[in-house]
Every structure is written in structure tokens, then in C-alpha cells.
T-cell receptor, first 113, second 116 residues
Framework: KAGVTQTPRYLIKTRGQQVTLSCSPI?????VSWYQQTPGQGLQFLFE???????NKGNFPGRFSGRQFSNSRSEMNVSTLELGDSALYLC????????????FGPGTRLTVT | AQSVTQPDIHITVSEGASLELRCNYS??????LFWYVQSPGQGLQLLLK??????LVQGIKGFEAEFKRSQSSFNLRKPSVHWSDAAEYFC??????????????FGTGTQLKVEL
């Protein structure tokens, strides 16, 4: 099976802009989670989607949002970018019934200038 | 709320030597525990997982981990390290969400350097 794919792999944006990141889960996986990784804060949970519904959300401002489509693909959006949003954004998918067993994609490296 | 502590930020071992990376967790119920490895610029690869049952779990690449409830620990071990094992290792615990859902809480990671 193909792994989790994320596009784009690298992105450079300017403060105030918005960005959309995409994630395609492993075939058959319906749960998709997003994490932010920074040197200062480490790996932090952003949100989780299951069957097109946001099931849980981490402690991030409303500028961070996401959605999931009927084919389980997911997107996350960050509006009004700040310098502190520069990070590696990781997407993970889980097999049904084993939600904590998460398989990660390679990430999208976002740089905000 | 659950938490994970990895007390060693950096560890250096010689190739062929044994390795143990420490992980302590805080969680109110029986935890779901994981070890992941991350190479530079890459995502996280699942090394092994513990859900229940046998407290010694085997993973990929020759790694194993032992769950010790009395010590709230889940240490990762490898009998003989290879140069290709140099990477950052993360311990994680699953759970802590009311109403269901999945969330992993990660430790701060241990950077492993392998000397040839």
C-alpha cells in the first residue's frame, strides 16, 4: 500500500497570506490527524478528522482550520500567516479500530517570511 | 492530561554498542504507547507499539521496548546499533480525549548520534 502523501513538500509564504496543505491517507484509513512540529514546541496536535467530521481540536487559534473529503483526503488551512507558523506540518492516518496507531506522511515544510 | 518525558536530549553511542532510550509517561488509564523515529527532513516512522498483553514488544529494525507499569516507563532498546540508526526518536502516548477521538502526545525527542 502507498503511504501517506502530503503536498506540497515545501512552501514559502509571506506574513498575512493564507496557505492550504493537502494530505492523502493510506488507502482504507478514514481517520486523519494533523500535527505541527517546531524546534521550540515540539510535536503538537492540531486536529483530527473522521468521516468528514472534525472529532477533536488542539489548542491552536481559529486561524488554523481543516476539512476532510468523502474520499478521506484532508486539507488544512492557515489564514493570516504569522512568522511563528513556520513549521513542519505532519499528517497521519489511522486504520479503523486502531485510531492511536498513526502512520505519518513526510510533512510539509512551511516557511513564513 | 497525559504527558511524556524523554530525559535524554542527546545520546551518542558507538556502532555495535547497545542502546537504551528512556521514556516516562503520565496517564490515568492503561496507555497506548509508541516509539517513532524521524530522519532529518522526514516524517515519523512507527517503530513499535504497545496496547496490552506482553510487556516486551518487538518492532522493526531490531528495536524492542519494555512496558513497566510500576515505573511508568516504556524504554526503547537495541542490542547492537548501526550507523544508519542515527536519527531522532520520539516516544508517544495515545489517549486523553473525552468523547472519543485519537491524539498522540509526544515527548521532546532524543537525538541519537552513532560514532563509527
Amino acid at each position: 500500500k502507498a503511504g501517506v502523501t502530503q503536498t506540497p513538500r515545501y512552501l514559502i509564504k509571506t506574513r498575512g497570506q493564507q496557505v492550504t496543505l493537502s494530505c492523502s491517507p493510506i488507502s482504507g484509513h478514514r481517520s486523519v490527524s494533523w500535527y505541527q512540529q517546531t524546534p521550540g514546541q515540539g510535536l503538537q496536535f492540531l486536529f483530527e478528522y473522521f468521516s468528514e467530521t472534525q472529532r477533536n481540536k488542539g489548542n491552536f487559534p481559529g486561524r488554523f482550520s481543516g476539512r476532510q473529503f468523502s474520499n478521506s483526503r484532508s486539507e488544512m488551512n492557515v489564514s493570516t500567516l504569522e512568522l511563528g507558523d513556520s513549521a513542519l506540518y505532519l499528517c497521519a492516518s489511522s486504520p479503523q479500530g486502531h485510531g492511536y496507531e498513526q502512520y505519518f506522511g513526510p510533512g510539509t515544510r512551511l516557511t513564513v517570511t | 492530561a497525559q504527558s511524556v518525558t524523554q530525559p535524554d536530549i542527546h545520546i551518542t553511542v558507538s556502532e555495535g554498542a547497545s542502546l537504551e532510550l528512556r521514556c516516562n509517561y503520565s496517564y490515568g488509564a492503561t496507555p497506548y504507547l509508541f516509539w517513532y523515529v524521524q530522519s532529518p527532513g522526514q516524517g515519523l516512522q512507527l517503530l513499535l507499539k504497545y496496547f496490552s498483553g506482553d510487556t516486551l514488544v518487538q518492532g522493526i529494525k531490531g528495536f524492542e521496548a519494555e512496558f513497566k507499569r510500576s515505573q511508568s516507563s516504556f524504554n526503547l532498546r537495541k542490542p547492537s546499533v548501526h550507523w544508519s540508526d542515527a536519527a531522532e526518536y520520539f516516544c508517544a502516548v495515545g489517549g486523553g480525549l473525552t468523547g472519543g477521538g485519537n491524539k498522540l502526545t509526544f515527548g521532546t525527542g532524543t537525538q541519537l548520534k552513532v560514532e563509527l
